[in-house]
């Protein structure tokens, strides 16, 4: 088993959908939690952490749910700037990042 | 702005030469950094833990003879691929964590070996 799974997706949605990626660790002693957005061939860059209490940025909502270990990222109002890869990172030793495989997002017109 | 600069951003060179790829944390010291890889269409692979003054930690199946890293400074790691093959094409990433923050990433560089 992966130590960390997302949905496969890829998820194509129209413009102004909602959409909702999954994400589960193996790990208990995990510590810090993460979504990352990566476009092609660029890094990843942070979107947003992800805590117990949820967190909601603008049109992006995380959720963590430690008892079930399952991490969640629910984008509103979908833009076609949104179109890319939803990595779910999860961090149990201090730096030492777990990806998950991601999730691709097509957002169309 | 950035936070840690890799370089190249992409490197052409031909088989059995060696790349090295440079990666600086601009305004934290980072004790540790770290190299990953990632393959077409494929997550993050972690392929090893750079610690300053010390031998990096190599995860399974990496061979540390073929991807030399060394963290001199507090500033800068590098990762060398020695001899390199149209196997070890990819896409190269490094991170590092400023202390109590989230892991910041490199540029990347993407590497094709011809």
């Known amino acids: 088993r992966k130590e960390v799974e997302q949905d496969p997706g890829p998820f194509n949605v129209p413009e102004g959908a909602t959409v909702a990626f999954n994400c589960t660790y193996s790990n208990s002693a995990s510590q810090s939690f993460f979504w990352y957005r990566q476009d092609c061939r660029k890094e990843p860059k942070l979107l947003m952490s992800v805590y117990s209490s949820g967190n909601e940025d603008g049109r992006f909502t995380a959720q963590l749910n430690r008892a079930s270990q399952y991490i969640s990222l629910l984008i509103r109002d979908s833009k076609l700037s949104d179109s890319a890869t939803y990595l779910c990172v999860v961090n149990h030793n201090a730096g030492k990042s777990t990806f998950g495989d991601g999730t691709t997002l097509t957002v169309k017109p | ?114």
């Not at chain 2, 440079?22 to 980072?30: G, K």
């Not at chain 2, 790691?77 to 991170?95: G, Q, W």
């Open chain 2, 1 to 114: 702005g950035a936070v840690v600069s890799q370089h190249p951003s992409r490197v052409i060179c031909k088989s059995g030469t060696s790349v090295k790829i440079e990666c600086r944390s601009l305004d934290f010291q980072a004790t540790t950094m770290f190299w990953y890889r990632q393959f077409p269409k494929k997550s993050l692979m972690l392929m090893a833990t750079s610690n300053e003054g010390s031998k990096a930690t190599y995860e399974q199946g990496v061979e540390k003879d073929k991807f030399l890293i060394n963290h001199a400074s507090l500033t800068l790691s590098t990762l060398t691929v020695t001899s390199a093959h149209p196997e070890d094409s990819s896409f190269y990433i490094c991170s590092a964590e400023r202390e109590g923050a989230e892991a910041f990433f490199g540029q990347g560089t993407r590497l094709t070996v011809v």
